[in-house]
T-cell receptor, first 118, second 111 residues
Framework: GAVVSQHPSRVICKSGTSVKIECRSLDFQATTMFWYRQFPKQSLMLMATSNEGSKATYEQGVEKDKFLINHASLTLSTLTVTSAHPEDSSFYIC??????????????FGPGTRLLVL | QKEVEQDPGPLSVPEGAIVSLNCTYSNSAFQYFMWYRQYSRKGPELLMYTYSSGNKEDGRFTAQVDKSSKYISLFIRDSQPSDSATYLCAMKWQGAQKLVFGQGTRLTINP
């Protein structure tokens, strides 16, 4: 149980285009989903927290107009990188917090999406 | 001072050894403690989840929490090359949504 999927796993795009990444909780309902960014050999950097049906809360320094987050249902959140530039190239990982149960205080992570902007 | 301190390593041990990974923290309000394993180019995988103090065992893995010392540990017995990964500790306090992560320890098990 507690499986989180991400799509696509890898994407290459041209500078100036937008890229959408989907995050789904497959076997549980997620009241809250999180989006992280990870650079090589570094820990996870939280970008934003999204609750189903409400606006995302962005961490300091993260541009909300550049990284659009939508959490339309209890099983799906999307991150759209708008007008992507080479410096946006990174590993993006989502996680989901379960609605209830014994492990509701933890997060389950997706496999990540590697974005390369040319 | 970071809220959670974790030695980034790298740590290299021979196959079969007992591995000890540790994190210290400064916020006494933390109540939920987790260990994640992350393979290269993959998302973190939840290994152990502990509430408050005490020990928890799952197969070859044992997690310990010492709240009085603000210190948590993960022990891996009979380590295998497949255990080679980065191990992240994470923790949170009651009511918080966000996890606070350690830097991660890169572990290599040599055959």
């Amino acid at each position: 149980g507690a499986v989180v999927s991400q799509h696509p796993s890898r994407v290459i795009c041209k500078s100036g285009t937008s890229v959408k990444i989907e995050c789904r909780s497959l076997d549980f309902q997620a009241t809250t989903m999180f989006w992280y960014r990870q650079f090589p050999k570094q820990s996870l950097m939280l970008m934003a927290t999204s609750n189903e049906g409400s606006k995302a809360t962005y961490e300091q320094g993260v541009e909300k107009d550049k990284f659009l987050i939508n959490h339309a249902s209890l099983t799906l959140s999307t991150l759209t990188v708008t007008s992507a530039h080479p410096e946006d190239s990174s590993f993006y990982i989502c996680s989901a917090r379960a609605f209830g149960g014994a492990f509701r205080e933890t997060q389950y992570f997706g496999p990540g999406t590697r974005l390369l902007v040319l | 001072q970071k809220e959670v301190e974790q030695d980034p390593g790298p740590l290299s041990v021979p196959e079969g050894a007992i591995v000890s990974l540790n994190c210290t923290y400064s916020n006494s309000a933390f109540q939920y403690f987790m260990w994640y394993r992350q393979y290269s180019r993959k998302g973190p995988e939840l290994l152990m989840y502990t509430y408050s103090s005490g020990n928890k065992e799952d197969g070859r893995f044992t997690a310990q929490v010492d709240k009085s010392s603000k210190y948590i540990s993960l022990f891996i017995r009979d380590s295998q090359p497949s255990d080679s990964a980065t191990y992240l500790c994470a923790m949170k306090w009651q009511g918080a949504q966000k996890l606070v992560f350690g830097q991660g320890t890169r572990l290599t098990i040599n055959p």
